[in-house]
């Protein structure tokens, strides 16, 4: 469901795949190939959202600010992830249950694990690999890493437009 607040729409670019169980409101940007699943909420109340393309958002997931969030390319926020960054930026992968306090900053090319909890204001450096609660960065991220990055965003376009193409929005 697409839904005005304050005179602000979501827009969404025509490649663009939106379950039609998504919740989207207010000022929104969805970028080219990016896919939104059923449950997610895009709540933007209090900033703009912006999604960049060949973004997927899984189910279940919540992106909400204090101000503007902006979602890099090629990112993938799994089951579950609560976003209340500020940023994160291109070539990420967010595990499943993660979470992001209001005002993270994730650099590009990183991977915060599955349940991981980044804390508010935090600045997560490029190609990091952050694990734990509180999420410390454990390594940086290798090359098998990025692939695996790439593969899932990939993944996902192809799979938001056979669901287009098939009708399912």
């Known amino acids: 469901m697409l839904r005005s607040f304050n005179g602000k729409s979501p827009r969404v670019h025509p490649t663009a795949f939106i379950s039609e169980f998504a919740y989207l409101v ?22 703009k959202i912006t999604v960049g393309a060949n973004t997927n958002i899984q189910d279940g997931s919540v992106v909400h600010g204090d101000g503007d969030v902006v979602i890099g390319d090629n990112v993938t926020l799994g089951h579950g992830v609560i976003c209340h960054a500020k940023s994160v930026g291109s070539d990420c992968l967010l595990g499943n249950n993660c979470t992001l306090n209001d005002g993270a900053i994730v650099g590009d090319h990183c991977i915060i694990a599955s349940g991981a909890m980044v804390l508010e204001n935090r600045v997560i ?16 991220i290798q090359p098998h890493q990025l692939e695996v990055i790439k593969t899932n965003a990939e993944a996902y376009i192809t799979l938001g ?8 929005e």
Not at 26 to 47: F, Q, T
Not at 161 to 168: D, T
């Open 161 to 168: 437009q056979q669901h287009k193409e098939q009708g399912l």
């Open 26 to 47: 207010g000022d929104i940007e969805i970028g080219p190939y990016a896919s939104i699943w059923p449950g997610v909420v895009l709540r933007a109340d209090c900033g």
């Open 125 to 140: 450096p490029p190609r990091s690999f952050v694990v734990g609660g509180p999420g410390q960065v454990k390594s940086e």
